[in-house]
T-cell receptor
C-alpha cells in the first residue's frame, strides 16, 4: 500500500511565478490536509479538503493561495505570484474517515515539497 | 485549543528506553493525544495515539495519567534511527468546526551511541 505521495519534492520559483504542489492520498483515503513548515518552525495547518469540497480553510492565507481536490486526480495547492516568504516545506496528509466530534482520524503524511523562491 | 508542553530536548543512550513527557493540563474529555515524529526534514511520521487507556504498538507505548493531564511516550529500546523531533498533539476543534493537528516545537530526542 503506497503512502501519501507528493510532487515535486523540490520546487524552485522566481518571485511572481506560480507554484503548483500535488498530493496523492493513500489508497482508500478521501480526506486531504495541507500543512506548511517554515524553517526552524513547527507545522501549521492550512486547509482540509474532501473530494470536490473545501471543508476548512481557516489556515490558508487570504490571498494568492488556493487548494482543490477534484473528483479525479491529486489534490493541488496553488500559490500565485510567489514571494520569498512562501519558501517553506509543504506537507500533505491524508486520512480515511470523516472527522467526528472529539476525534481526529489518524493523518498520514507525505514526504513534502520544498519550495524555494528566489 | 488544548495546548501541550514538552521539554525542548532530551538525550538517550542507544539501547535504553526513551521516555518523552508531555503536559496537556487543559485537555477536554473528548480530545485525543497523538504522537508524531519528524526525522530531519522528512514528513511527520505517526507513532501512536490514545484517549484514556494506555496504548502499545510496534513502535512505542503511550502512558496517559488517570486525570489525562499528562502523558509519556516510551520507546523501549532506542536506536540511532530514533533521533528526531517528537511532537505531542492534542486534537482540537477550531472555529470552523473541524479538527486539525496543531504542532508545537516538540522535543528533540538525540540517541547517543
Amino acid at each position: 500500500n503506497a503512502g501519501v505521495m507528493q510532487n515535486p519534492r523540490h520546487l524552485v520559483r522566481r518571485r511572481g511565478q506560480e507554484a503548483r504542489l500535488r498530493c496523492s492520498p493513500m489508497k482508500g483515503h478521501s480526506h486531504v490536509y495541507w500543512y506548511r513548515q517554515l524553517p526552524e518552525e513547527g507545522l501549521k495547518f492550512m486547509v482540509y479538503l474532501q473530494k470536490e469540497n473545501i471543508i476548512d480553510e481557516s489556515g490558508m492565507p487570504k490571498e494568492r493561495f488556493s487548494a482543490e481536490f477534484p473528483k479525479e486526480g491529486p489534490s493541488i495547492l496553488r500559490i500565485q505570484q510567489v514571494v520569498r516568504g512562501d519558501s517553506a516545506a509543504y506537507f500533505c496528509a491524508s486520512s480515511p474517515l470523516a472527522r467526528t466530534s472529539g476525534k481526529t482520524d489518524t493523518q498520514y503524511f507525505g514526504p513534502g515539497t520544498r519550495l524555494t523562491v528566489l | 485549543d488544548a495546548k501541550t508542553t514538552q521539554p525542548p530536548s532530551m538525550d538517550c543512550a542507544e539501547g535504553r528506553a526513551a521516555n518523552l513527557p508531555c503536559n496537556h493540563s487543559t485537555i477536554s474529555g473528548n480530545e485525543y493525544v497523538y504522537w508524531y515524529r519528524q526525522i530531519h526534514s522528512q514528513g511527520p511520521q505517526y507513532i501512536i495515539h490514545g484517549l484514556k487507556n494506555n496504548e502499545t504498538n510496534e513502535m512505542a507505548s503511550l502512558i496517559i495519567t488517570e486525570d489525562r493531564k499528562s502523558s509519556t511516550l516510551i520507546l523501549p529500546h532506542a536506536t540511532l534511527r530514533d533521533t528526531a523531533v517528537y511532537y505531542c498533539i492534542v486534537s482540537s476543534k477550531n472555529g470552523a468546526g473541524s479538527y486539525q493537528l496543531t504542532f508545537g516545537k516538540g522535543t528533540k530526542l538525540s540517541v547517543i551511541p
